[in-house]
DNA sequence: GATGAATGAGGATTCATTCAT
DNA sequence: AATGAATGAATCCTCATTCAT
């Protein structure tokens, strides 16, 4: 069991451990500011071993960004699907949330993206991006919120979600700071959570009452 | 008229163009990745003329940081205050909204810095923000929020506005893309300010209906 | 036929097409700025395979040397024998200009080496080098070039000599450039060679009118 | 006097002092095997104050090969006019030659660059390279060359003679070790001078016998 | 106040080579 | 004999900063 985990620590490949730590390095200091020396240092290798496995500093943070945001369109592509009651909608929120807690570079790596000007994020994500956007937008469509929410405002309650709730892990150390609970920690991730399907429910009354 | 204005740009202190200039690169490229030279650049002067107005690239920076913030913090400071009505909250939302607007490069080096760990922002606005976050929960506390909120949750929901307003403005470009419309145009902000009166009678619900 | 051409080259050692290819590398940049990475990738090899076959940059440097000098110099020493007449010069003069339009790499090595400081091509050249510049001159002085040039200009007139066909071939860019000529051309070299011939008349009367 | 000479020296700027190193250091080693490094080491500045006289390695090569090669054209524009005497050819001859002898850098920069392709001289020289060619061909057509060489020859003997001058100077090393006499010498340059004399008069027959 | 020049430290990347497989 | 991965040394260049002018 504990082996196994450990083979599979051991055993990961290089490369795998290379995107590892350059995830970390991009989310913490952003593509501009992050020196590729400090993601090799993170691995135990040398800087020049890095170009045996990626082209340069700019593939290798592309590769970060794809493979980070790959499984988080696909979650929400999946998420947004069919007949949606209320529990449904709670499920796929926590599902999210959950997902960035696990994965807490993610919001950063996608928050320091869009302020550079989220050009590589429209070009990997590419024929993912839209597409979940339109989906969130038809599925709110079909929702009650249709009834609180005119046509041209529902990609603005769109974009509010993904503000509060990739905002929420972004900018974690403030609110590590301000309100002096660990966001991601279990009883932080609690609170989000029951916030968000709050809001959820006053911004968007379920069918069912 | 005409010269009025140029007069007044041209009569603004080197200390306050190089301000200028350096806000806009901060805001595009984050601390670590804004090369004092394109600064220096911007403002038509060589880059060690710079020190003769601040002591270093980081003093700069927090200079910037601190003529940003000051009047945000001042005027949310301001705002909530006393007896609030529907229409005060709405007015305070517009005023926020507008003055985002108005300093472009505002939300983006709030949020470039929390990314970066926030560590400035807190020593800088020192004094005035977690006092500004206090009065900001007071406010709720004392409005119709407490009827919905508990305690616990009023500083997500604090935090919850922050995202939806500072988010709006920080990944403008990322909005412009996917919704078509120039989030700072007078359309954009239109459109946003009356999304944000909406979700907030919805979160808050209003004193008299 | 044509099979038999392409098994040829396709049997071709591994070792020889490492030597083909250095050769043109080596030609193209010099060896100080020619990467070994641009040699193996035009075997379709791995860098490091070829230090399976050679020591090193520097001794495979040394092997397309001597791999490209040793022929000219043994024609050159099979040339420069016994009496001579006014059309085994011309011969002369067409073999080695042939031979030079036929390792289009060679004029070019021995150039870039010159440059370099010529150490390793006397060096590799060794025994042979001094030896045909010393048959050379001997065939000079016993030509009617004797009766024109004094002994101490024999070695001006080899070196001229050298200059003219090798530095024909080592500038062949700037040659097309500036005359418009492809100057291993069939009509390019015809014509070479006859101002070649027309010099060497003009230069060491024949004995015979 | 020597004050004034060394003040000269001094007072060199420091942008001199860079062309004079850098093309010490193209002509020994090509520009792409020579070190930024060394460059900077020889005028004793640290590589990184290259970059505040020059915006990199090209920029700075192409410097050193314009300085060079425009007196050389300018030279050879101005000798190439009007009558001809035999005097004047070898007077030609002899200033082309010391000047060779005294930036004997020179001829291993052109034989440097003209082995690389070209691409510099041509776009660098410019204007001024192919009219320097053409009037060399004018000349040779007027002279009395024309009674022994066809138009379509005279190139080639034009190219001949270029082959023959810088040739000396660009294989210097290796004429003193075949040789023994430095090229550059007093008495080498005299043989080489009265060789090219002696040439000349060969291959092109003065008009006063 | 402004600047050109200088610089040490650090930036990404290339290079020739080694070694286990 | 071939290769993927690793590496120390170098490569060109940028950066923030200093200082004399």
């Known amino acids: 069991m504990i082996n196994e985990a450990l083979d599979t620590a051991d055993a990961r490949t290089t490369r795998e451990r290379i995107l590892d730590a350059a995830e970390q390095v991009f989310a913490e200091k952003g593509l501009g500011a992050a020196p590729v020396r400090d993601i090799a240092a993170r691995v135990g290798?040398?800087?020049?071993?890095?170009?045996?496995?990626?082209?340069?500093?700019?593939?290798?943070y592309e590769a970060v960004l794809d493979r980070g945001l790959t499984p988080v369109l696909k979650m929400l592509s999946d998420l947004l699907v069919?007949?949606?009651?209320?529990?449904?909608?709670?499920?796929?929120?926590?599902?999210?949330?959950?997902?960035?807690a696990q994965s807490p570079n993610l919001?950063?790596?996608?928050?320091?993206?869009?302020?550079?000007?989220?050009?590589?994020?429209?070009?990997?994500?590419?024929?993912?991006?839209?597409?979940?956007?339109?989906?969130?937008i038809d599925v709110l469509r079909a929702s009650r919120a249709a009834e609180l929410w005119p046509e041209h405002e529902l990609p603005?309650?769109?974009?509010?979600?993904?503000?509060?709730?990739?905002?929420?892990?972004?900018?974690?150390?403030?609110?590590?700071?301000?309100f002096g609970v660990d966001p991601v920690s279990e009883e932080g991730l609690s609170r989000q959570m029951a916030f968000l399907h709050k809001v959820s429910h006053l911004l968007i009354p379920p069918r069912e009452g």
Chains 1, 2, 3, 4 share one sequence.
Do not use: C
């Not at 290798?45 to 290798?60: Q, R, T, V």
């Not at 909608?89 to 959950?98: L, M, N, P």
């Not at 996608?110 to 994020?121: C, D, V």
């Not at 603005?156 to 301000?178: E, K, R, T």
């Open 107 to 136: 919001a950063k790596l996608i928050h320091y993206e869009t302020l550079a000007g989220g050009e590589r994020i429209a070009r990997i994500a590419g024929r993912w991006f839209e597409p979940v956007y339109q989906r969130g």
């Open 45 to 60: 290798l040398n800087p020049a071993s890095l170009y045996n496995h990626f082209a340069g500093k700019e593939e290798l």
């Open 82 to 100: 069919g007949e949606r009651t209320r529990d449904d909608d709670d499920q796929a929120i926590d599902q999210v949330v959950r997902h960035f």
């Open 156 to 178: 603005l309650l769109l974009l509010g979600f993904q503000n509060l709730i990739v905002g929420y892990f972004a900018m974690a150390p403030l609110v590590h700071q301000v």
